[in-house]
C-alpha cells in the first residue's frame, strides 16, 4: 500500500504540534515559564488564534509576569465565540478589568459549548476563578468537582491540586491539604501535590512540616525545581551554606532569567556581601523586566542600610514603596522604619511605616514585637508623645492584659505629660491632655484590678493634682482621701507608706490654703503618725494646737 508524502508530513505536523502543546503544559508544571512560552509560540505558529493554545500561552505570560502581554494576547481570539477557550481567555481580562459578571457569563457559555463534559475545560475555568484575585474560589470548586465526577474512572492529579487550590484561596487549609493527598493517591510522583502541601503549612509556619512536604517532592520527581527554590528560601536565614545549595539545583531546574538571577544575587546579602550585592543589582536593573525591578530596589536598601549607607538607603527604600512587588511584607515597612531612624529622617515617617507593619502583619505576637520597637524607638528620638502612644498599644492589643500593661500604660502617660512639661511648660494643652488620659487609664485600671486599687487611686490622684497644681478646685482630694483610707484598710499597709505620706502632704497643702485649720490638724497628726520626728510638721502642729488654745480661751471653736 502507498502512503502519499503530503498524508506523511500532514501526520508528522499534527504530532509536532501536539508535542509542543503538551511540552507548553508540562513546562508550566514545572513553573519553567520561559520554556512554556517558546513551545506554546511555536504551536500557535502552526494554529493561529486556537483558543486553547492561546490560553495556555497567556498562562506561561502571567508566569512570566507579563500580565499585558498576557491580557493583549486573550483579546485577539476575543472574538472566537465559538471557541470554549476563547471565551475563557475574554472572561479572564474580564475579571482582571473588574467585569465579574461579564467573566461568568463567558465561562458558562464556553461549558455549555462542550455541554459541561469537558474536564480541561472545566478546570482552566477553575483555574482562572483561583488564580486572578476578583475570581470565585466557590464557584470554582463547584467546576472542579463537576470535572471529577466525569473523570471518576480515572482523575488526574492536577483536577484535585487544582480543587486544593481553591479551598487554600478560601483559607481552608484542611480541604486543601486532603485533595493534595488526594493527587497523591492517584499519582505518588505528582510533585506539586507535595509542593503545594508545603505552601499550605509555611503558611503557618510550620517548618517541621512544610520542609518534609518539599523533600518528598523533591524525591517524588527530582526534576520539580519549584521545590528546591522553597528550600533554599527557608534555609535563607538560618543556613546559608544550605540555601546555597539548594539555590544551585533550583538554577539547575528552572529557566535561566528573571527569578533565577534575582535568587542569584539575593543569596549575596544572605552571605554579608553587601556590595557585590549592590553592584549585581544595579548590573542587571538595566536589563531584568519592569515587574522584577522594585525587589532590587529593596535588596539594595538592605544592603546599604547594613553598610550604614542610610542615604542611599532611604533613596532605595522610597523607591520600592512608590511601587512595591508582590514581595512586599510587614518586615520590609520595619526595615524602612530603621532605615529612617538611624538616618536621622522624617520622625513621622518612622512611625507610619510601624503602622503599616502592624496593619499588614496577621500574627499577633509579630504585631506586639513592632509595638515594642517602636516603643524602644520612641525613647531613642526622646519623643514622650509617642511613647505614651506605643505603650498604651502594648495594652490594647493584649487579648489578655494583665494589671502591669494597663498600670505601664498610665504610668508612661503621667511621664511623659511631666517631661514635656518640664521642656515647654507653655504647652501645657499637650501636657495636660496626657494628665487627663493618665487619669481616664486608671480609673479604669481601679475597674478592672480592684486588688490594686490602691495604685489606681494614688496616680488618679497625682494626675488630677498636676492638672490642678495650685490647689484651686481640689481635684485630687477625692482620690487621695480612697487611697489613703484602702492603702490603710490593706493587710498590706506597710507596702504603702510612702503613698499614704505623699497624700497627706497634699491634703496638708489643700487644707491650709483653705484655711480650713481642723481638718489640716487631723491631717498633721496623720502625718506625724508615721514620722513623728519630723521637725516641720512638728512644728505646724504646735502652731495650730496654740491657736486652737487660744481660740478656745476667747470662746471661739473656729475652723
Known amino acids: 500500500m502507498r502512503v502519499s508524502l503530503v498524508a506523511v508530513a500532514l501526520a508528522l505536523g499534527k504530532m509536532t504540534f501536539a508535542q509542543s502543546v503538551e511540552d507548553g503544559k508540562r513546562f508550566l508544571y514545572y513553573q519553567r515559564y520561559q520554556s512554556a512560552k517558546d513551545a506554546l509560540q511555536k504551536a500557535l505558529g502552526s494554529k493561529p488564534n486556537d483558543g ?57 457559555t464556553a461549558i455549555s459549548l462542550t455541554k459541561g463534559k469537558d474536564a480541561n475545560v472545566l478546570s482552566a475555568v477553575a483555574k482562572v476563578n483561583v488564580d486572578v484575585p476578583a475570581g470565585d474560589a466557590n464557584y470554582a470548586i463547584e467546576k472542579l468537582n463537576s470535572a471529577i465526577e466525569k473523570e471518576k474512572k480515572h482523575v488526574e492529579s492536577a483536577l484535585y491540586v487544582g480543587l486544593g487550590d481553591a479551598y487554600a484561596k ?58 528546591y527554590y522553597r528550600l533554599y528560601v527557608h534555609y535563607y536565614t538560618r543556613d546559608v551554606e544550605k540555601s546555597k545549595d539548594y539555590l ?44 522584577f525591578k522594585p525587589h532590587y530596589y529593596k535588596l539594595m536598601a538592605y544592603s546599604e542600610d547594613s553598610l550604614r549607607a542610610y542615604n542611599d538607603a532611604k533613596t532605595d527604600i522610597d523607591t520600592y514603596f512608590a511601587h512595591p512587588d508582590d514581595s512586599l511584607t510587614a518586615k520590609n515597612y520595619q526595615e524602612a522604619a530603621h532605615i529612617y531612624f538611624k538616618g536621622g529622617f522624617s520622625k513621622d515617617s518612622v512611625f507610619s511605616f510601624l503602622r503599616h507593619a502592624i496593619a499588614m502583619d496577621t500574627l499577633e505576637a509579630n504585631k506586639l514585637n513592632y509595638v515594642n520597637y517602636a516603643a524602644a524607638l520612641s525613647d531613642s528620638l526622646g519623643d514622650p508623645v509617642q511613647k505614651a502612644y506605643w505603650v498604651g498599644q502594648i495594652y490594647q492589643m493584649n487579648k489578655e492584659p494583665n494589671p502591669n500593661d494597663l498600670y505601664n500604660w498610665g504610668s508612661q502617660l503621667f511621664t511623659s505629660a511631666d ?29 478592672k484590678f480592684p486588688d ?17 497644681p495650685n490647689f484651686d478646685k481640689g481635684l485630687a482630694v477625692p482620690y487621695f482621701e480612697k487611697m489613703i483610707a484602702a492603702a490603710t484598710a490593706s493587710k498590706d499597709s506597710a507596702n504603702f507608706v510612702s503613698q499614704v505620706k505623699v497624700g497627706i502632704q497634699y491634703m496638708i497643702q489643700y487644707y491650709l490654703k483653705k484655711k480650713d485649720y481642723k481638718t489640716l490638724l487631723d491631717y498633721v497628726n496623720k502625718y506625724l503618725y508615721y514620722d513623728p520626728s519630723n521637725e516641720s510638721f512638728k512644728h505646724l502642729k504646735d502652731t495650730l494646737d496654740k491657736y486652737f488654745a487660744k481660740q478656745q480661751a476667747g470662746g471661739k471653736t473656729g475652723k
Not at 535561566?256 to 544575587?265: E, H, K, R, S
Not at 556581601?273 to 553592584?279: E, K, R, T, W
Not at 490594686?452 to 490642678?468: I, P
Open 52 to 108: 486553547e493554545i492561546t490560553f495556555w500561552l497567556g498562562q506561561a505570560e502571567f508566569g512570566l509576569k507579563d500580565s499585558a502581554g498576557a491580557k493583549d494576547l486573550y483579546s485577539k481570539v476575543a472574538a472566537n465565540t465559538n471557541d470554549p477557550w476563547a471565551l475563557i481567555c475574554a472572561g479572564e481580562n474580564e475579571l482582571l478589568s473588574g467585569k465579574n459578571a461579564d467573566a461568568r457569563n463567558h465561562f458558562e
Open 170 to 227: 478560601l483559607i481552608d487549609g484542611g480541604n486543601a491539604v486532603t485533595n493534595y493527598n488526594n493527587a497523591l493517591q492517584a499519582d505518588p510522583k505528582y510533585a506539586a501535590a507535595h509542593y503545594k502541601t508545603g505552601l499550605i503549612y509555611e503558611t503557618q509556619r510550620n517548618p517541621t512540616q512544610y520542609v518534609p512536604e518539599y523533600e518528598a517532592a523533591i524525591a517524588a520527581d527530582p526534576n520539580y525545581g519549584p521545590a
Open 248 to 291: 544551585t539545583q533550583y538554577t539547575a531546574h528552572a529557566d535561566p532569567g528573571p527569578l533565577v538571577d534575582q535568587a542569584n544575587v539575593d543569596i549575596l546579602y544572605a552571605s554579608q556581601h553587601f556590595q557585590d550585592a549592590i553592584s549585581k543589582s544595579k548590573q542587571l536593573l538595566a536589563t531584568t523586566p519592569d515587574a
Open 419 to 447: 517631661t514635656l512639661k518640664g521642656r515647654d511648660s507653655a504647652n501645657f494643652n499637650v501636657y495636660n491632655a496626657l494628665y487627663t488620659r493618665a487619669d481616664s487609664v486608671f480609673g479604669v485600671y481601679i475597674d
Open 452 to 468: 490594686y486599687s490602691v495604685y489606681g487611686y494614688y496616680w488618679r490622684a497625682r494626675s488630677n493634682w498636676a492638672l490642678d
